[in-house]
Each structure stands twice: as C-alpha cells, then as structure tokens.
C-alpha cells in the first residue's frame, strides 16, 4: 500500500520556483511529522525541511529564505515551495513521515533539476 506520493518535479531554470506535494494516507498525516529530503548524484540523502503536526518547521541552512514547507490537513499532503533555485538545488526529492520509534515512511522521489 502506497502510503506517500510525490508530484510536482520538474526542470526549472535558475531563479525560478517549483512546488512539491506529497499527498499521505490520512493515518499517516495525522500522526507523523512530515518532512522533504534530497539526494543528489554522489551524495548523501540530506534533509531539507521538516514540518510537525503543530506546524513547527525546521530548514536546512542551504535553504532557509528561499523554500517554505507547508501542511494542508483537509488534504492530508505537505508542500515544498521553492524559490530561487539555484544549480546546487538539483536532485532528488523525497517525502518523507517520521514518528519516533516507528519505521519512517518515503515517497518514490521526483526529480527537480534546476539548469539554464
């Protein structure tokens, strides 16, 4: 049962803006925090933002200013806004559910490539 499904990848050019979504089961949505992780060719998954059922959100420093994570609970999905991409912004997306002491959950990815 797929429980996390990305959408909204893409190619941009620099400067400009993507939005991601990753719609949850609703059991899901409800009871983890919700976060977005990227993974790069040659590197390390890394996170990017993560958002708590009280709408905490924590961003990765490279990113800070530039993308906002988001939750819709009528929707049970989580949105990544991107601004600004640059290059280095270039990877794999993954949605990801977390809830301590319980297997995290992950989406297929989607890939967002940011090149004039």
């Known amino acids: 049962q797929v429980q996390l499904v990305e959408s909204g990848g893409g190619l941009v050019q620099p400067g400009g803006s993507l939005r991601l979504s990753c719609a949850a089961h609703?059991?899901?949505?409800?009871?983890?925090?919700m976060g977005w992780y990227r993974q790069a060719p040659g590197k390390q998954r890394e996170l990017v933002a993560r958002i708590d059922s009280g709408n905490s959100t924590v961003y990765a420093d490279s990113v800070k200013g530039r993308f906002t994570i988001s939750r819709d609970n009528a929707k049970n999905t989580v949105y990544l806004q991107m601004n600004s991409l640059k290059p280095e912004d270039t990877a794999v997306y993954y949605c990801?559910?977390?809830?301590?002491?319980?297997?995290?959950?992950w989406g297929q990815g989607t890939q967002v490539t940011v090149s004039s």
């Open positions: 990801n559910a977390n809830r301590p002491g319980w297997l995290d959950h």
């Open positions: 609703r059991t899901i949505f409800t009871f983890y925090d």
